[in-house]
């Protein structure tokens, strides 16, 4: 027999810690349970996944479309490159917040929020560095915080404090190198009241913490409530996420950018350039097309948030009428399993939602829609949730 054909004796394992570390998502489940749901003759209302589905601007659009038929702009896109983007996030900022910072260190173009958290992470922290982070929140913190090798300290949001954290109750002997945030929050949607983060930010401060502030939702507000942002009263010892993603229906163009502290934005910097290069040219130009247009769509996401909360209160559950974000954060009364319920909701009626539980520990109970198809599917997703049985 050749060596070629034996085994051998311990075979080697082709996969780190550091990526077996990284948490399975929930969302696998979700997509197998929804698969069987189609395939068993059942339309399928997917509800479980924040892709928006409105149209970017036409500026946007057409900066695109001119950068593609320029063979300039085929090449890779070095720093300076990404000015007209830093600028145009920097306008942004001022127009938006007030806020003047310098498009060359205040401001890094990224491929998305969930990208520059991930690098971020590993630009400003060491392993074995504490991460306050929030539980629910975003699926992808677990793994950028996993990937980075961080001790995560958890931030329960509950109801009962309108989802924020209580930032007291973290003892002294927890000496965490960033706290991270989102508010507009996902998956609760809640948001916060005036002055938060002067005070988040003097916690910080007391304690030489980074304040990374994701802000993907910033725009996406109803009503006439207006989302903070966390660099309002300096970059010193704070980055905040943007994205176009969310605010410009731009989420398959992965582009964002990264705001704030100097230092942090340098260390960032060097981190990417070993990882990637700036997005396409014609990417940033849209995406600067983009940040100079008004954001559309509110109305139409406000008038599904409408739907869904009155159809659900029908059924007997309980959900807070958001002020902001494109989700829905509900507790159908007496749910303790909501992995198990979210698969049998899609199997048996073709509606797909997330298990709260997707979201960390403190999503047990509740369920989050996203609000990517129009009024009348959304109150046709609910009826047909009247019928399924909790778990
Ligand atoms: C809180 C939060 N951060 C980041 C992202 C991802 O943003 P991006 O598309 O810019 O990577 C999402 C997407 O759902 C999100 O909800």
């Excluded at 698969?35 to 900066?63: C, K, N, V, W």
Aim: a negative charge; glycine letters at 8%.
């Amino acid at each position: 027999m050749s060596s070629a054909a034996q085994p051998p004796a311990t075979a080697p394992q082709w996969r780190s810690k550091r990526a077996a570390n990284v948490p399975a998502s929930v969302f696998a489940l979700m997509d197998a349970a929804k698969m069987r749901a189609q395939a068993s003759g059942h339309t399928l209302i997917d509800l479980s996944i924040g892709s928006s589905d409105l149209y970017p601007p036409e500026a946007a659009l057409e900066a695109l479309r001119q950068a593609t038929a320029d063979p300039r702009t085929y090449r890779y896109p070095l720093f300076s490159d990404t000015a007209p983007l830093r600028q145009a996030a920097a306008a942004y900022l001022e127009r938006r917040y007030g806020l003047k910072l310098d498009p060359d260190s205040e401001i890094v173009p990224l491929i998305g929020a969930q990208e520059g958290l991930a690098h971020l992470l590993l630009a400003v922290t060491d392993p074995g560095d504490t991460l306050l982070m929030p539980d629910p929140c975003y699926p992808p913190y677990y793994g950028a915080a996993a990937v980075a090798g961080l001790k995560v300290h958890s931030l329960p949001l509950v109801a009962a404090n309108h989802f924020l954290p209580d930032l007291d109750g973290v003892p002294d002997t927890v000496q965490a190198r960033a706290l991270l945030l989102n508010y507009p929050n996902n998956p609760t949607s809640a948001t916060v009241p005036e002055g938060f983060f002067a005070e988040v930010r003097a916690w910080c401060r007391e304690r030489d913490t980074l304040l990374i502030h994701d802000h993907p939702y910033a725009e996406l507000t109803y009503g006439g409530y207006r989302a903070p942002s966390a660099l309002e009263g300096g970059t010193s010892g704070v980055v905040e996420l943007h994205s176009l993603s969310k605010t410009h229906h731009m989420g398959g163009f992965r582009v964002g950018f990264a705001a704030g502290d100097p230092q942090a934005l340098s260390a960032l910097m060097k981190i990417k350039s070993a990882v990637d290069f700036h997005p396409y040219l014609g990417i940033q130009a849209a995406a600067a097309a983009a940040l100079n247009t008004p954001p559309s769509g509110l109305e139409v996401f406000q008038a599904r948030r409408d739907a869904l909360i009155g159809a659900l209160r029908d059924l007997g559950w309980a959900a807070e009428l958001p002020q902001a974000s494109m989700y829905v954060w509900a507790q159908p009364p007496g749910l303790r399993d909501s992995v198990a319920y979210a698969v049998r909701a899609a199997e048996t009626t073709g509606v797909a939602l997330a298990p709260g539980r997707a979201f960390g520990l403190e999503g047990e109970g509740y369920v989050r829609f996203a609000l990517v198809q129009p009024p009348e599917v959304l109150r046709e997703a609910a009826r047909r949730l009247g019928g399924v049985a909790l778990p």
